[in-house]
Nanobody
Framework: QVQLVESGGGLVQAGGSLRLSCAAS????????TGWFRQAPGKEREFVAA????????FYANSVKGRYTISSDKTKSTVYLQMNSLKPEDTAVYYC?????????????????WGQGTQVTVSS
């Protein structure tokens, strides 16, 4: 069992930056892959980024590639999402998710454990 708690969301102007954190509890967290997803009002949840359990590989949605960076600190059982050059269309609730991904890192059904989400609002 893994519990996830996101933090770091807020209101920022377009072009600004935010860093989201996903703090995990549970001794087996190091054996899980972690992903970030987001959901804007009236839209479906979409993949943002993911990192393999060994921290060696990362994956990004095309819409955030080059602007977002996912990283992990195993000593703190925390995964980060650094978001730069934010755009109004990045506004959404951002969710952290974890599990042992079998095939597709960008599919929400691959992840059993989810945080409660943190709101990111980008003003124009």
């Amino acid at each position: 069992q893994v519990q996830l708690v996101e933090s770091g969301g807020g209101l920022v102007q377009a072009g600004g930056s935010l860093r989201l954190s996903c703090a995990a509890s549970g001794r087996t967290f190091s054996s899980y892959d972690t992903g970030w997803f987001r959901q804007a009002p009236g839209k479906e949840r979409e993949f943002v980024a993911a990192i393999r359990r060994n921290g060696g590989s990362t994956f990004y949605a095309n819409s955030v590639k080059g602007r977002y960076t996912i990283s992990s600190d195993k000593t703190k059982s925390t995964v980060y999402l650094q978001m730069n050059s934010l755009k109004p269309e990045d506004t959404a609730v951002y969710y952290c998710a974890a599990d042992q991904v079998r095939a597709w890192f960008d599919r929400a059904y691959e992840y059993r454990y989810w945080g409660q989400g943190t709101q990111v609002t980008v003003s124009s």
